[in-house]
């Protein structure tokens, strides 16, 4: 297996998007993968001629669609394969991969579904599926004719390793918050990614308030009233200029980290009946994809290594606290409440373990 090079989860990402295969090399096994969403017949057809391609679904998508009682665990923590059966068309194969229809069509079976022996491979098509912003799932075949792209696993699970990350360029920037304000915007070396910092005021001996805000156009730009995260955005900064110096970090990780296509699917199985974290395991996502050591490594970058937090999630503390960050305190952050989303809010609460 080739050593993994910082340019194959981009090229991975690319390929899959326009519909093209990839071909991963793990350490237990290879895989040519097709995504289901971006497939059609033609492609399907030159991925595998003889029809004999199975499904892979992540762990979340098989609970959902109860295939984890022909699994050993419960609750299967690990990608399962579909055999593919005669009607398992692509029509079919859609059916598997995206909920829209759950609930208007059923899906009938027998489906024979089982572990694969090449979980390296598995896990980064699906990690691959996420970042690139496309359901997780695949076509599988052991080798593909012609792969647009091959690349070993572990290109995939290292992508969005924070190391990389540098201050590309930083200006003056007067905000409605603050006019004592200056963006930073960060670049690393694997994706086109651009993270950004706004720094308000200037340092005054004591730790900054920093708010870890992630991005959220409907909430952000459009004043979306089914999340918080509008209010919470504006609050902090308003709470920035009035102390006289914080750090906002925009991270761009739409919708908890499945990208912006992904969370409107989850808005619809929301419409549904569903809440926010039945949505996302439902599409066979985690809860909560996002990871908050790239917030370390902006605040390293920075220069501010210790820091007051404004959040409501225990999780971002314990994120930045194992990337090496001292959060000297946590600052409760609620703004926002209104008839659409406190619903949400109460699952934040009961479900995510939100301190609300
Ligand atoms: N997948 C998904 N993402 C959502 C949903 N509602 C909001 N989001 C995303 O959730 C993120 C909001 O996160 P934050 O406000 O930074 O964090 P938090 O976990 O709520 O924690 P706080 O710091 O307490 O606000 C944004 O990326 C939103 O796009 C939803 O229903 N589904
Ligand atoms: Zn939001």
Same mark, same amino acid.
């Given at each position: 297996?080739?050593?993994?090079?910082?340019? +194959?989860?981009?090229?991975?990402?690319?390929?899959?998007?326009?519909?093209?295969?990839?071909?991963?090399?793990?350490?237990?096994?290879?895989?040519?993968?097709?995504?289901? *969403?971006?497939? +059609?017949?033609?492609?399907?057809?030159?991925?595998?001629?003889?029809?004999? /391609?199975?499904?892979?679904?992540?762990?979340?998508?098989?609970?959902?669609?109860?295939?984890?009682?022909?699994?050993?665990?419960?609750?299967?923590?690990?990608?399962?394969? %579909?055999?593919? %059966?005669?009607?398992?068309?692509?029509?079919?194969?859609?059916?598997?991969? +995206?909920?829209?229809?759950?609930?208007?069509?059923?899906?009938?079976?027998?489906?024979?579904?089982?572990?694969?022996?090449?979980?390296?491979?598995?896990?980064?098509?699906?990690?691959? /599926?996420?970042?690139?912003?496309?359901?997780?799932?695949?076509?599988?075949?052991?080798?593909?004719?012609?792969?647009?792209?091959?690349?070993?696993?572990?290109?995939?699970?290292?992508?969005?390793?924070?190391?990389?990350?540098?201050?590309?360029?930083?200006?003056?920037?007067?905000?409605?918050?603050?006019? /004592?304000? *200056?963006?930073?915007?960060?670049?690393?070396?694997? +994706?086109?990614?651009?993270?950004?910092?706004?720094?308000?005021?200037?340092?005054?001996?004591?730790?900054?308030?920093?708010?870890?805000?992630?991005?959220?156009?409907?909430?952000?730009?459009?004043?979306?009233?089914?999340?918080?995260?509008?209010?919470?955005?504006?609050?902090?900064?308003? *709470?920035?200029?009035?102390?006289?110096?914080?750090?906002?970090?925009?991270?761009?990780?739409?919708?908890?980290?499945?990208? #912006?296509?992904?969370?409107?699917?989850?808005?619809?199985?929301?419409?549904?009946?569903?809440?926010? %974290?039945?949505?996302? #395991?439902?599409?066979?996502?985690?809860?909560?994809?996002?990871?908050?050591?790239?917030?370390?490594?902006?605040?390293?970058?920075?220069?501010?290594? *210790?820091?007051?937090?404004?959040?409501?999630?225990?999780?971002?503390?314990?994120?930045?606290?194992?990337?090496?960050?001292?959060?000297?305190?946590? %600052?409760?952050?609620?703004?926002?409440?209104?008839?659409?989303?406190?619903?949400?809010?109460?699952?934040?609460?009961?479900?995510?373990?939100?301190?609300?």
């Amino acid at each position: 297996m080739r050593p993994a090079d910082p340019r +194959d989860a981009a090229r991975a990402i690319d390929a899959i998007r326009r519909g093209w295969p990839v071909t991963i090399a793990g350490t237990n096994g290879t895989l040519a993968a097709l995504a289901i *969403e971006t497939a +059609d017949d033609g492609r399907l057809a030159a991925f595998d001629p003889d029809g004999r /391609a199975d499904v892979l679904l992540s762990p979340t998508r098989a609970a959902t669609l109860k295939l984890a009682n022909q699994i050993a665990a419960a609750v299967p923590q690990v990608p399962v394969r %579909v055999r593919r %059966v005669d009607w398992l068309d692509l029509p079919a194969a859609v059916a598997l991969a +995206d909920p829209a229809l759950d609930l208007a069509r059923p899906l009938a079976g027998p489906w024979i579904a089982g572990p694969l022996p090449e979980t390296d491979a598995a896990e980064a098509a699906l990690r691959l /599926a996420r970042l690139a912003g496309l359901l997780p799932a695949f076509f599988i075949a052991p080798a593909t004719a012609d792969p647009a792209v091959t690349l070993p696993a572990d290109a995939i699970a290292a992508h969005d390793a924070p190391a990389t990350l540098a201050i590309a360029s930083r200006a003056r920037l007067p905000v409605e918050a603050s006019e /004592a304000a *200056e963006i930073i915007a960060f670049r690393g070396a694997a +994706d086109a990614v651009e993270h950004v910092a706004l720094v308000i005021g200037s340092p005054d001996g004591r730790p900054p308030l920093v708010r870890i805000h992630s991005e959220c156009l409907t909430g952000d730009a459009l004043g979306s009233l089914k999340c918080d995260c509008g209010p919470q955005l504006r609050r902090a900064l308003a *709470e920035m200029a009035g102390a006289g110096w914080g750090i906002l970090l925009y991270l761009r990780q739409e919708g908890r980290g499945i990208g #912006l296509v992904n969370k409107l699917r989850a808005y619809a199985l929301q419409d549904q009946g569903f809440d926010t %974290v039945d949505a996302n #395991l439902r599409l066979g996502f985690a809860i909560d994809a996002r990871d908050f050591a790239v917030a370390a490594r902006m605040l390293e970058l920075i220069g501010q290594i *210790e820091v007051r937090l404004m959040t409501n999630n225990p999780a971002k503390v314990a994120g930045l606290e194992t990337a090496g960050i001292t959060v000297a305190e946590r %600052v409760a952050h609620k703004a926002g409440l209104n008839l659409h989303n406190a619903g949400y809010l109460d699952t934040k609460r009961d479900r995510t373990g939100h301190i609300l």
